[in-house]
DNA sequence: TTGAAAATCATACAATTGCGGTATTGTCGG
DNA sequence: CCGACAATACCGCAATTGTATGATTTTCAA
């Protein structure tokens, strides 16, 4: 027999972690042998007690469940953490994410589709409610067009902004292309103009991609 | 009676095409009007013929699927794009996401899986298959101790800190902050110390973590 | 309450940078 | 061959920025 997925809850309000600890220990492979009101009270227990799964909730009194994670990630990396939120706001998402959180769903789920979850997280998917999913796949498309500004520029005028952007000064660049620097300003003269800038910052920050 | 999700098809592999057609086809909800077997031809065709799912290849001959759906993105922005593919390399997952892929399943993917993926797609979400999911999570997440440089600076500095990196200038700073460009520059000057950087730039990219 | 840290402002000087004009050389396509 | 353009280089001026020294006020925790 194989054993089952361990779970932790970590939920300030009682009606929902009751419920949830109830649905996971009588679902058949699951077992739920801990829960947390508090971040802090997950924290001191979880190093040093061991659980596949960690359900977290966002919204908690004192502590929030991303700084939670944030911590019990570093000390146990391989527990699974799985955000549960009422709500999709943008910026928890990614900031969950960065913290890392393994997977993200929100509360209005159905309970058979959160045991799903869980088995595929423990077994190293990363699942996602479609409108995260969506969210977060959505952050990496570039719409069209967005070489228009930086290919107007020359290739020495591109190898110019790279080190500047490195933090190097119109003297070092000059130096270390074996030009005079007053041919180096000539260029990010020149650069400004094409870009429509005025400094060095805003030239670097359309460089990199940054508005 | 609700209309059928279309589906078009991108695939050079005669079977694969067929058998994907099949069982799109087949299936009750969906039907599948049109395929192709290179990207050409879908570009040729698909701007001009409307429906509501594509499944891509990667692998094709000539143009490849991730290229295509950078054009067909650009030219149909209300098209979903589900790449499908044998492999799941690294970098052509985070490409096709940046081209404008709204999902990306592996070939393996049992067929009611693949439909079930379809369906999620067409209601608004980014199916993955779960290693991708992974991937792309874990992409986001920064491991432990980015924050040991920037909280020794005060919440003053990283407001100035903060501005300078959208371009900025002393002055400017000053008047939004209604102090005295003294006051900035000495911020500023701190701010070097702390950071252990002698200009704009490098404060800045250690601020914004591009090293 | 007392001391440390943070925020404020001033003055001064040197270096860097932003902006303008001008000029020479080489390369490339029509 | 000629014109367009990239790369090189110089001079000069005004503004911004980097560095240093010093001082006052506010805030907050020990």
Request: a negative charge.
């Amino acid at each position: 027999m194989k054993t089952d997925i361990t779970v932790a809850i970590v939920e300030d309000k009682e009606p929902i972690r009751q419920s949830l600890a109830i649905l996971v220990d009588g679902a058949d492979g699951f077992s739920c042998p801990v829960t947390f009101e508090t971040a802090e009270a997950a924290i001191d227990y979880l190093p040093s007690h061991c659980v596949d799964v960690v359900l977290m909730d966002i919204d908690l009194p004192g502590m929030n469940g991303i700084d939670c994670v944030r911590h019990l990630k570093a000390l146990c990396p391989w527990m699974q953490f799985m955000m549960c939120t009422m709500y999709d706001e943008d910026e928890t998402v990614f900031d969950a994410l960065k913290a890392g959180a393994n997977s993200y769903i929100l509360k209005r789920s159905p309970p058979h589709k959160l045991l799903e979850a869980i088995t595929e997280l423990h077994e190293g998917g990363s699942p996602m409610s479609s409108t995260i999913a969506r969210k977060i796949a959505g952050s990496f498309y570039v719409g069209p067009m967005v070489t228009t500004e930086l290919d107007i520029l020359t290739p020495r005028e591109r190898e110019i902004l790279d080190r500047l952007s490195k933090g190097h000064s119109h003297k070092e660049v000059a130096n270390e292309l074996f030009v005079s620097p007053t041919t180096v300003r000539k260029h990010i003269f020149n650069i400004y103009q094409k870009l429509q800038v005025h400094s060095k910052i805003e030239a670097v920050n359309k460089y990199l991609g940054r508005k």
